[in-house]
């Protein structure tokens, strides 16, 4: 079967070409709009010269049609018509008339004015035509003759083709894109060199990530590139600040879990290879019971190195979050953890008959981080002791309490006791690794974590979790 093509990636342009896209563009279309402006003023003021031309052409013409008795005297020598006619690119049209139509002088096919019932006497209309197939701008001016007995209209009509006028635009416009064009250029050079000045520390900054070594995780300097590539720096350099401190904190607790897990590795092979030297079978026994010490102490801190790796903070999409009522996990955990702890000799109370406690986390992670706080409490409160977990309701918290009334822990070790395998004392089975773990489960579900003395003696590890939006 034939393969199908891989699917092409759409092409995406650089930030350099994005840039001279967004400013040269809109230089041209301002170049084409600066173009049809200068072209219209230029017709415009065209049209005003050849206005104001057939203007004073159509007022002489006009002085030479005199009232005389009850006609009209013209004073129209042949010299001056032959002169108006005689150039065959710049002609002028004249027509005389006394609307409603009687033709006196001049061409009768010149287009009328536009039609009016009043026109204003001694007032220029001025409007475009067409005569023998070519285009002409017409100037007609309505006077009053005759008597004020018999008072008459006479209609002044002068035309004069467009040639000129197209001429004298084309002249303008061609003399106005030179200097624009010019312009557009200089500019567009300007902007080009500014897009690749302006982009010279990205290009540093890329030569510099570029160029360096995996591992090589020291700060980007940038100290001359303007505010918005130090701002980029600045966040990379915080994201490979953060990246030397985990690798730093990951390398840390690799070699601390390489070191607690040796000693009792250590220990579990001389237990090992004494109970095989052992012949008396009440000794093998005790060896074996040493054995099987040594080893759940070693399943116990394996089991909480995996549920501290599952804490941690790179682990949040693998493990998704819901809706939780607290109240209610926290009895469920309570009861399953209740037969361990009365085997132990210790109480332990339950205080959770509170409405739906709902908050947003991983039953998973929550159920961890209570079942380590009951089982720290257990380790180093002594037998006898009481451990109490209750849930206390409130308006946009909910705090989740585990007391206890063992010796409790020193102040000056509150803040020591969450690094990873620091043990406040050499008591207990712990391996370091229970309140490190119900931390970083606290902060992943946005909680606080304190410690305080209890009363008589003891200790109350409190954590204050936010309640979600009913």
């Known amino acids: 079967m034939p393969t199908e093509p891989a699917p092409r990636k759409p092409q995406r342009l650089s930030l350099r070409r994005q840039l001279l896209l967004w400013l040269l563009l809109p230089q041209l279309v301002l170049w084409l709009a600066a173009i ?155 902007v080009w060199g500014g897009v690749s000045h302006g982009l010279s520390p990205l290009r540093k900054l890329r030569r510099q990530v570029e160029n360096r070594s995996a591992l090589n995780l020291a700060p980007i300097e940038i100290e001359s590139a303007p505010a918005e590539v130090r701002a980029l720096a600045g966040a990379v350099n915080t994201l490979l600040e953060a990246v030397t401190h985990n690798i730093a904190y990951q390398r840390r607790f690799i070699a601390d879990a390489a070191h607690q897990l040796r000693t009792p590795l250590a220990g579990l092979k001389s ?115 009481t451990i109490v977990v209750r849930v206390l309701a409130g308006r946009s918290h909910t705090t989740l309490e585990v007391e206890d009334d063992g010796p409790g822990i020193p102040e000056a070790d509150k803040d020591k006791v969450f690094d990873r395998f620091y043990r406040g004392s050499q008591g207990g089975e712990g391996c370091g690794l229970g309140l490190p773990i119900v931390r970083e489960i606290a902060h992943r579900h946005g909680a606080e974590v304190r410690l305080r003395d209890a009363r008589p003696h003891g200790l109350v590890v409190s954590l204050r979790f936010v309640l979600e939006p009913v």
């Open 271 to 385: 237990q090992t290879e004494l109970a095989l030297n052992e012949s008396d079978a009440q000794s093998l026994k005790a060896r074996l019971q040493l054995v099987h010490t040594s080893a759940a102490r070693t399943v116990h801190m394996v089991n909480q190195l995996l549920t501290l790796a599952r804490a941690e903070p790179d682990q949040q999409n693998a493990m998704p979050t819901e809706p939780i009522d607290l109240a209610r996990l926290v009895r469920d955990i309570v009861a399953e953890a209740a037969p361990r702890v009365l085997q132990k000799g210790l109480e332990l109370a339950c205080y959770a008959d509170v409405s739906p406690q709902q908050i947003s986390g991983n039953s998973t992670l929550l159920r961890e981080m209570l079942l380590n706080l009951i089982d720290n409490a257990t380790r180093y409160a002594g037998k006898g002791c």
């Open 36 to 190: 049809f402006v200068a072209y219209t003023v230029a017709l415009r003021y065209a049209n005003i010269a050849i206005d104001q031309s057939l203007l004073q052409s159509s007022r002489a013409l006009a002085r030479q049609v005199k009232p005389l008795g009850n006609g009209l005297f013209i004073d129209f020598p042949k010299a001056a018509q032959q002169i108006l006619e005689e150039e065959p690119e710049d002609r002028v049209y004249y027509k005389v008339s006394t609307p409603p139509g009687q033709f006196i002088l001049g061409n009768n096919n010149l287009p009328p004015p536009p039609r009016s019932d009043k026109p204003e006497l001694n007032h220029p209309y001025y409007y475009d035509g067409r005569f023998n197939g070519s285009k002409i701008r017409i100037a007609a001016l309505y006077l009053s003759i005759g008597t004020p007995a018999m008072p008459q209209t006479m209609l002044v009509q002068v035309a004069k083709g467009i040639a000129v006028r197209e001429r004298l635009a084309h002249d303008i416009l061609v003399d106005t894109i030179l200097p624009l064009s010019l312009l557009m250029l200089l500019t567009s050079v300007l």
